[in-house]
Antibody
Framework: QVQLQESGPGLVKPSQTLSLTCIVS??????????WSWIRQPAGKGLEWIGR???????NYNPSLKSRVTISVDTSKNQFSLKLSSVTAADTAVYYC??????????WGQGTLVTVSS | QSVLTQPPSASGTPGQRVTISCSGG????????VNWYQQLPGTAPKLLIY???ERPSGVPDRFSGSKSGTSASLAISGLQSEDEADYYC????????????FGGGTKLTVL
């Protein structure tokens, strides 16, 4: 059973870069031809897909965030990462890493709250 | 603004049947399959329906999904108090190099 766990700072200053890592356990990040996604949810609001990465490093991003987002994969550490630059208060949210649109083999991390504040 | 449109709220009494709609376009629901997620307060979303109408193991058959053209629906029959949650639809959108779109979510209240 694959499990995902987000890690990273819970507080980021405005204009800085938000950096999060998702550790994949219980299976290899390179197996199964899966894409690995980042999704966020501001308090009291809906889900927003940020982007995804394949084990090869191939990526897709949400057009609304594309200019600020970089998602990368480190297969040697079985993890993938998110960098979001020039953050503002509007980027305050719970950030989830997930493997979605893989039939029934969907899985999500528990989520981590990132607050943008000085 | 969400690319998939859901009603912000829905409600029903125990035992009743409730449906939640999800409207998209030709580049999203019209071209790809739909997933539905249930989110309880303070928890990560849980997959309810995949590929329009398939249930993962462990999801009660009270939950069902359907898709027609550029719209999809989630139906919950025999409504129970524990069904009170937020529900989201999601689909891949093939425009602009491809990306995942979510509905804005529907808050289901069991009266």
């Amino acid at each position: 059973q694959v499990q995902l766990q987000e890690s990273g700072p819970g507080l980021v200053k405005p204009s800085q870069t938000l950096s999060l890592t998702c550790i994949v356990s219980g299976g290899s990040i390179t197996s199964g031809s899966y894409y690995w996604s980042w999704i966020r949810q501001p308090a009291g609001k809906g889900l927003e897909w940020i982007g995804r990465v394949y084990a090869s490093g191939s990526t897709n991003y949400n057009p609304s965030l594309k200019s600020r987002v970089t998602i990368s994969v480190d297969t040697s550490k079985n993890q993938f990462s998110l960098k979001l630059s020039s953050v503002t208060a509007a980027d305050t949210a719970v950030y989830y890493c997930a493997r979605i649109f893989v039939g029934p083999r969907d899985c999500w991390g528990q989520g981590t709250l990132v607050t943008v504040s000085s | 603004q969400s690319v998939l449109t859901q009603p912000p709220s829905a409600s029903g009494t125990p035992g009743q049947r409730v449906t939640i709609s999800c409207s998209g376009g030709s580049s999203s629901i019209g071209s790809n399959t739909v997933n539905w997620y249930q989110q309880l307060p303070g928890t990560a979303p849980k997959l309810l329906i995949y590929s329009n109408n398939e249930r993962p193991s462990g999801v009660p058959d009270r939950f069902s999904g359907s898709k027609s053209g550029t719209s999809a629906s989630l139906a919950i029959s025999g409504l129970q108090s524990e069904d009170e949650a937020d529900y989201y639809c999601a689909a891949w959108d093939v425009s602009l190099n491809g990306y995942v779109v979510f509905g804005g979510g529907t808050k289901l209240t069991v009266l």
